[in-house]
């Protein structure tokens, strides 16, 4: 006889089925079993780590639609992983997104991590489903093996691996990594977990973005017990290694708790590894006391590789993939596609595919052919903040100037300019832009695009100024 859970998730199926394709459908979601519904929690079960990382990335948004229909606002989604533990089959249980219906909802309560005598809270579980140990949340591809070294990365590989050979017993304590998008810190920051975790299996490893800490840290603030049992956890951790630690910028109670917990892992000998867009000296909005704690231990900053490197990342990739790639398409990637190496990744991989796909050679004919169509419709990581540096670097002015409260020409200039390329290249809103362009209304930002356009349609001068600083951007 069919479970009300089970008819629950039948009804949900003929939503998204009527939202997706066919192969995405049968793919996704078919294989998704689901397990028990209770206090608008509906938990099911999908068949592995990537399948749950996979759906939480691409269709989280379709899923919270499709339960509010169906069940109504107030419900939520729990999903558990099927591991084997002493011959036992019990869920493991990884956390969504911050996009998930179960983090926006407020009634979210940090569940209970069985390994501890008083019952501390983990914040990785989700509520209801208790859990046997601490989720590492390391990506298996991210190795030192598959780290290809170059001048651009050599320093920072190497403190890297001396960190994982003696955590929290070396003079890199903390590590901290920065580079710009795209050019290694979060695959450096996972390789020197797994390194870790195989020289060292008892100790406990965890890797967090800093947004998800954030997130954690206002569940957790509901009440005292819950904000204790947060840092208490967090407190157990051997290896603690927290990615775009920017985000913590200008969230001072989470940055006061942070602080708690990087002094007493720190004092008792735990290794710290954290990693950002920018240098400890160039983040803003962060406390002075956190900052000087970053500056403790070794500051290693990622370059973009030359093209050696890149040529050395390509064969490594194609390698990885079973793909035979002859000298001269490697060269003509490498040579091309030089923005970062994520970028060179995607293009690799579109060029696999149409080979595949189409039954053609991966030739430098079919690269030079799909190569404008690639970079003239790929998605860049472009931000406030970066196209800020840009012009900055453009105008050979510092940011210090840039955000000066002056009138001077040049300066106004060049925020006007930073403005009108943030409204084209990013999805803030005008008023993002305006409060990260130093603190500007909703007006000024609007006036600046309409001046820019103006000046770019009127003046041949300063349109060549605004075509150099685009290209830089891009």
């Not at 068949?47 to 069940?71: G, M, P």
């Amino acid at each position: 006889m069919e479970q009300h859970y089970q008819k629950i998730w039948r009804e949900c199926l003929k939503v998204i089925r009527a939202n997706v394709t066919p192969e995405c459908y049968d793919a996704w979601f078919a294989p998704i079993v689901p397990l028990a519904y209770k206090d608008d929690v509906l938990t099911v079960q999908v068949k592995s780590q990537y399948a749950f990382e996979y759906i939480e990335a691409h269709y989280v948004r379709l899923i919270r639609s499709t339960l509010n229909k169906v069940l109504g606002l107030h419900s939520r989604l729990e999903y558990s992983v099927m591991m084997d533990v002493t011959d036992k089959t019990v869920p493991d249980v990884k956390i969504p997104s911050k996009d998930s219906p179960s983090i926006e909802n407020p009634s979210v309560q940090l569940p209970l991590d069985i390994n501890s005598k008083n019952e501390i809270k983990n914040p990785f579980v989700l509520p209801g489903i208790r859990k046997l140990k601490v989720e590492s949340q390391l990506n298996e591809e991210y190795s030192f093996d598959n780290f290809v070294e170059g001048d651009c990365n050599r320093l920072a590989r190497s403190a890297g691996y001396a960190v994982a050979e003696k955590p929290g017993k070396n003079a890199f304590n903390p590590m901290f990594i920065y580079s710009q998008p795209g050019l290694g810190k979060t695959h450096l920051c996972h390789a020197i977990g797994l390194e870790i975790k195989r020289r060292y299996p008892d100790k406990i490893v965890l890797y967090v973005n800093a947004e998800q800490f954030v997130m954690q840290f206002m569940s957790a603030c509901k009440s005292t017990d819950s904000r204790n049992d947060f840092i208490r956890f967090y407190q157990m951790i051997d290896v603690l290694i927290v990615d775009d630690i920017q985000f913590l910028a200008g969230k001072a109670k989470t940055q006061d708790t942070f602080f708690q917990i990087f002094n007493h892992l720190q004092m008792n000998g735990k290794q710290l590894v954290f990693a950002s867009d920018k240098a400890p000296v160039d983040l803003k909005d962060l406390e002075p006391r956190l900052l000087s704690r970053f500056k403790w231990g070794l500051t290693a900053d990622l370059q973009a590789p030359d093209v050696e490197t890149r040529k050395n990342i390509l064969k490594r990739k194609a390698y990885n993939e079973g793909i035979t790639l002859s000298e001269d398409v490697i060269e003509f990637l490498a040579t091309h596609v030089k923005t970062n190496i994520r970028e060179m990744d995607g293009f690799l991989i579109s060029l696999i595919a149409h080979s595949l796909l189409n039954r053609k050679a991966a030739t430098v004919e079919l690269a030079k052919q799909m190569l404008d169509k690639f970079v003239s419709n790929s998605v860049r990581d472009v931000s406030v903040e970066y196209i800020i540096s840009v012009v900055c670097q453009c105008r050979n002015i510092s940011e210090e100037e840039f955000f000066a409260p002056t009138r001077k020409r040049t300066i106004v200039q060049a925020r006007q300019l930073a403005m009108y390329f943030s409204k084209k290249y990013t999805k803030s809103s005008l008023a993002n832009i305006g409060m990260q362009c130093g603190k500007k209304d909703h007006a000024t930002v609007l006036h600046s695009i309409k001046t820019i356009e103006d000046l770019i349609e009127t003046n041949r001068e300063f349109r060549q100024i605004a075509e150099d600083v685009e290209k830089s951007i891009l």
